[in-house]
């Protein structure tokens, strides 16, 4: 845990005029050991977060910038806690290796920041081991552009982690015949199911399947204040995490 520190934490908010920033901001200003010292938009300079001390960014913005934006936060030294999606393989080993050359600033990208979904991933990976059948379905609201969703892969990649840990082979689906296919896709062996439809924000139902039994895990995200907790323990751990962490539960104790 981080220590206690004797002035409120100084916060800047990246994309602070987008739904999440507003919420990130509110959720900061609620904070009694976080001050929100910078709002920055698309016209402003991320300097103005430097020139008004912040020691924490939350980057909300869009896949387009956030990458650049994290580069020149760690270049001055400012922690980032950043919930954009659009990270690749290469931005993430460009971070890396600039994170190497400043050992005291600590990165945290989090695909999800609602507590819950964090604990369904990690809870998957467990049950995993002890069903044959394991399927994904994600529901999300139409605007969102990219499908399955980050959250639903990661939920795939650690039920197959947990399936390999036991010896499960492949799940067993006799489909030989799915010109539409109706099956879903496939994430790490695992068929994906995704909706999009007005009204909803963000949900996930893991169906585990054995012998006349079914498991269901299910998380729903009703409103974007439900990934607010998770932002501010972002926020609260980063400078106690140095270098880059991928995924909130990096910063939870689920064993
Ligand atoms: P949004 O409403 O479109 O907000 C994005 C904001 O970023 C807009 O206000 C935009 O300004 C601003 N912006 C764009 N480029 C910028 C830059 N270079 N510097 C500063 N601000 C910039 O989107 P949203 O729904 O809030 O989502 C924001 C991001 O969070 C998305 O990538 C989304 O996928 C992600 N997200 C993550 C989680 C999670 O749990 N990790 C949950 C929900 C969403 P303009 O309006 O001028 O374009």
Request: charged share 20%; proline share 5%; with cysteine.
């Amino acid at each position: 845990m981080t220590q206690p520190s004797t002035h409120p934490t100084r916060v800047a908010v990246l994309g602070a005029s987008g739904r999440m920033g507003a919420a990130a901001c509110a959720a900061v200003e609620d904070a009694p050991d976080l001050e929100l010292v910078a709002r920055i938009g698309r016209e402003d300079d991320l300097e103005s977060a430097v020139e008004a001390g912040a020691e924490v960014a939350i980057d909300l913005t869009v896949p387009s910038a956030t990458a650049e934006n994290v580069r020149r936060l760690v270049e001055h030294g400012i922690h980032a806690v950043v919930g954009t999606t659009g990270w690749t393989e290469e931005s993430l080993a460009a971070l890396r290796t600039q994170l190497a050359d400043a050992p005291a600033v600590g990165v945290l990208i989090a695909p999800n920041f609602a507590i819950g979904a964090v604990l369904a991933m990690r809870f998957a990976e467990i049950a995993a081991r002890y069903y044959d059948s394991a399927e994904i379905i994600e529901m999300h609201h139409e605007n969102k552009l990219d499908a399955p969703s980050g959250t639903a892969r990661h939920t795939a990649a650690a039920i197959a982690r947990g399936r390999a840990e036991a010896g499960l082979g492949p799940v067993p689906d006799a489909t030989e015949k799915d010109p539409d296919g109706a099956r879903g896709a496939v994430v790490d062996g695992i068929h994906v199911h995704a909706v999009r439809q007005r009204g909803l924000v963000a949900h996930e139902v893991v169906q585990f399947g054995g012998e006349g039994e079914q498991f269901v895990l299910r998380h729903d995200s009703f409103d974007r204040i439900s990934f607010m907790p998770g932002v501010l323990l972002g926020v609260r751990e980063v400078a106690a995490h140095p270098g880059l962490t991928v995924g909130l539960d990096g910063y939870m104790d689920l064993g």
